[in-house]
């Protein structure tokens, strides 16, 4: 089984990139975020091209803002939209965000999350992101935590190691002690991250930001994890991140995350893929 997360920034933008991605790396279950689209917008761009590609699909629209969804070709049962008890922003009357969706999928439990990305330590927003990440780990608590994958855009780089300059993030979100240990919640309860874990000390990212030419530059974050339970991580047998998806023409900023259960396809291909042409090693790592 191939599971892969793709923050794609914009499902309709990215129609041109999504479709011909599937029909190369044929993943077998996908969790995508920031599709901003409606339920209606994803429907009609989206549902007959991924039945014709064998997929079920579930979607958790928002209009322009946030979206989250499911593609599976090996089953989607028992979808559930939302988190328990999670907050409201700007306040508790407000609507709930699109934010997580969630499935059983080949035996697994897995969920597409978008955490809020928190703005700035003193925003409003970042209190609202730690209050969503406790709803999150509450959610895995209750459940079958073994057979759980939280897969998506995490918005934490959960160490130094995952960004390319740390010094450049003081007193920013993404880094921030709480940040992390809200993190280390889930991966407290069970959950592993299997790139890392599989890569311990190499240069991976997932997002590069679209201005300075930072993604040419390899000047990136790690915020996409894909988090399994035990019941999956004896089985990967190959964790990476899909850097061709980011490049060329109308890319996402960020790139796919793959992870492949029992067999690998493309073999054990290394933690990015291709490399960056000049994959300097960051400071703390050497």
């Given at each position: 089984?191939?599971?892969?997360?793709?923050?794609?920034?914009?499902?309709?933008?990215?129609?041109?990139?999504?479709?011909p991605w599937l029909d190369?790396?044929a993943?077998?279950?996908?969790?995508?975020?920031?599709?901003?689209?409606?339920?209606?917008?994803?429907s009609?761009?989206?549902?007959?091209?991924?039945?014709d590609?064998?997929?079920?699909v579930a979607?958790?629209g928002?209009g322009?803002?946030?979206?989250?969804?499911?593609?599976?070709?090996?089953?989607?049962?028992?979808?559930?939209?939302g988190?328990?008890?999670e907050?409201?922003?700007?306040?508790?009357?407000?609507a709930p965000?699109?934010?997580?969706?969630?499935?059983t999928?080949?035996?697994?439990?897995?969920t597409?999350?978008?955490?809020?990305?928190?703005?700035?330590p003193?925003d409003?927003?970042?209190?609202y992101?730690?209050?969503?990440?406790?709803?999150?780990?509450?959610?895995?608590?209750?459940?079958?935590t073994?057979?759980?994958?939280?897969?998506?855009d995490?918005?934490?780089?959960?160490?130094?190691?995952?960004?390319?300059?740390?010094?450049?993030?003081?007193?920013?979100?993404?880094?921030?002690?709480a940040?992390r240990?809200?993190?280390?919640g889930?991966?407290?309860?069970g959950?592993?991250?299997?790139?890392?874990?599989?890569?311990?000390?190499?240069?991976?990212?997932?997002?590069?930001?679209?201005?300075?030419g930072?993604?040419?530059?390899?000047?990136?974050?790690?915020?996409?994890?894909v988090?399994?339970?035990d019941?999956?991580?004896?089985?990967?047998?190959?964790?990476?991140?899909?850097?061709?998806?980011?490049?060329?023409?109308?890319?996402?900023?960020?790139?796919?995350v793959m992870?492949?259960l029992?067999?690998?396809?493309d073999?054990?291909?290394?933690p990015?893929?291709p490399?960056?042409?000049?994959p300097?090693?960051?400071?703390?790592?050497?």
């Amino acid at each position: 089984m191939r599971l892969a997360t793709w923050n794609v920034n914009s499902a309709k933008i990215r129609l041109p990139r999504l479709l011909p991605w599937l029909d190369q790396r044929a993943p077998d279950v996908v969790c995508l975020q920031e599709t901003k689209a409606s339920d209606a917008e994803w429907s009609e761009s989206y549902d007959a091209e991924l039945r014709d590609r064998g997929y079920e699909v579930a979607h958790y629209g928002q209009g322009r803002w946030n979206g989250v969804a499911l593609l599976s070709r090996v089953g989607l049962d028992d979808v559930e939209r939302g988190l328990p008890g999670e907050p409201r922003f700007p306040d508790e009357d407000s609507a709930p965000e699109a934010r997580a969706i969630s499935a059983t999928c080949g035996g697994l439990r897995v969920t597409s999350v978008y955490v809020p990305n928190g703005r700035t330590p003193d925003d409003p927003h970042y209190a609202y992101k730690l209050r969503w990440l406790d709803a999150l780990q509450a959610m895995v608590s209750d459940g079958p935590t073994a057979s759980s994958v939280v897969a998506g855009d995490m918005n934490i780089a959960p160490t130094d190691a995952d960004v390319w300059d740390p010094s450049l993030f003081v007193d920013a979100t993404h880094v921030t002690p709480a940040e992390r240990k809200a993190l280390e919640g889930l991966t407290g309860l069970g959950l592993h991250d299997v790139v890392r874990d599989r890569w311990p000390g190499e240069r991976v990212f997932s997002y590069w930001d679209y201005r300075a030419g930072r993604f040419h530059q390899d000047k990136g974050m790690r915020i996409d994890l894909v988090l399994v339970g035990d019941d999956a991580v004896g089985r990967v047998q190959a964790a990476w991140i899909d850097r061709q998806a980011r490049k060329g023409s109308g890319p996402s900023d960020h790139a796919p995350v793959m992870v492949d259960l029992d067999e690998a396809p493309d073999g054990d291909i290394g933690p990015v893929v291709p490399p960056p042409t000049t994959p300097a090693k960051l400071p703390h790592l050497k």
